[in-house]
Nanobody
Framework: QVQLVESGGGLVQTGDSLRLSCTAS????????MAWFRQAPGKEREFVAA??????????SYADSAKGRFTISRDNAKKTVYLQMNSLKPEDTAVYYC????????????????WGQGTQVTVSS
């Protein structure tokens, strides 16, 4: 069965860095776009970053809030996708979810077929 398991969240201070990981099983990982979304208390789930493969080339997409601070990457051999988050801000506080899609780097959560349980990231000021 399809399974996505996130790890790496925690409590950090403003300006710190964190690396989230998401390990997949139950599907052909290399064929899927992998993405990170986040949801803060009382807010809608929002797109953070995605990475996919098209015609043997890697394509990435970032939310404006992530550009320049976050980097998404993947290791197909380990079936793992990462989100390196630098210069963290209190507004980055949220539960971060890993997701998988058969489409090429969509930013719409409805285009994703599988989701992890989430990992909490808290940035204190």
């Amino acid at each position: 069965q399809v399974q996505l398991v996130e790890s790496g969240g925690g409590l950090v201070q403003t300006g710190d860095s964190l690396r989230l990981s998401c390990t997949a099983s139950g599907f052909t990982f290399s064929s899927y776009t992998m993405a990170w979304f986040r949801q803060a208390p009382g807010k809608e789930r929002e797109f953070v970053a995605a990475i996919g493969i098209i015609w043997s080339s890697t394509r990435t997409s970032y939310a404006d809030s992530a550009k320049g601070r976050f980097t998404i990457s993947r290791d197909n051999a380990k079936k793992t996708v990462y989100l390196q988050m630098n210069s963290l801000k209190p507004e980055d506080t949220a539960v971060y979810y890993c997701a998988a899609s058969t489409m090429v780097v969509p930013i719409d959560a409805r285009k994703y077929d599988a989701w992890g349980q989430g990992t909490q990231v808290t940035v204190s000021s």
